[in-house]
């Protein structure tokens, strides 16, 4: 067994109104032993497909190399979309030295509702992937279950969509009639289970009737473009 840490603190800043919420990326980025094409930052292993798909959403021009002007250019593009990253684990212990996601095992959550409630813009969590085990939205649900939160269906249509209910803290307020009185405010986040930026989720893609209806009329139609379209509306 092997201990799995994330590399990198979460992304956060005062303005960020959604959360990029993933796992961990592959080993090679705890030990700092990265590959040609791999830039040193959140998504920024050369066989995953997050960034290319943002690139050509935004028409970014972004390097995929391992520099520092590469890792300036994605936090640049976050900041002024106002997105952040806070991936849900911490830390992982392996038997195999693999990124899958079902080899985990001994998991360390963030604390995300923390999180959350330090940033309080934020509004919207992209997660990248579904409820499969081990995914970001699984964990999710098993984080809030242990806080007694549960995420609620908004639309079951992939991307599914989800919301969830966060207490705020009481705030006291006073007038001449009322002396004191507590009000408790709740923020409400939505959740968008996005399609995996990775290529172990072509097969799931391809079995999309959506999917199979785009190929049908457009051969050429490959699985990078639906997650381009998929993408698009929600970042």
């Not at 032993?33 to 972004?62: A, H, M, T």
């Not at 992939?158 to 969830?164: K, L, S, T, W």
């Not at 009329?217 to 970042?235: A, G, W």
Request: proline share 6%; net charge positive.
């Amino acid at each position: 067994m092997f201990l799995h840490t994330h590399p990198y603190e979460p992304f956060l800043f005062q303005d960020a109104t959604k959360l990029i919420v993933g796992t961990l990326p592959p080993p090679r980025f705890t030990f700092g032993d990265l590959k040609e094409g791999d830039v040193n930052f959140c998504y920024g292993s050369r066989d995953g497909q997050l960034w290319p798909i943002l690139d050509r959403i935004f028409g970014l021009n972004l390097d995929f190399e391992t520099t520092e002007k590469a890792i300036r250019q994605r936090m640049d593009f976050l900041k002024e979309r106002k997105i952040g990253i806070c991936d849900i684990v911490q830390s992982v212990e392996r038997s195999k030295i693999d990124a899958s996601d079902l080899g985990m095992e001994n998991i360390l959550l963030r604390d995300m509702l923390g999180y959350i409630k330090r940033y309080p813009k934020v509004d919207t969590l992209l997660f990248t992937g579904g409820n499969s085990k081990n995914g970001p939205e699984y964990f999710f649900r098993k984080y809030l279950k242990e806080h007694g939160i549960s995420l609620e269906p908004v639309s079951n249509e992939v991307p599914r969509v989800h919301q969830f209910v966060v207490p705020c803290a009481n705030l006291e307020t006073s007038s001449k009639t009322i002396v004191k009185s507590r009000i408790k405010k709740e923020r409400i986040i939505k959740t968008v289970s996005l399609t995996a930026p990775s290529g172990a989720a072509n097969r799931a893609v391809g079995s999309l009737e959506k999917y199979k209806m785009m190929k049908d009329k457009n051969p050429e139609f490959n699985t990078i473009d639906f997650r381009v379209l998929q993408y698009k509306e929600f970042f």
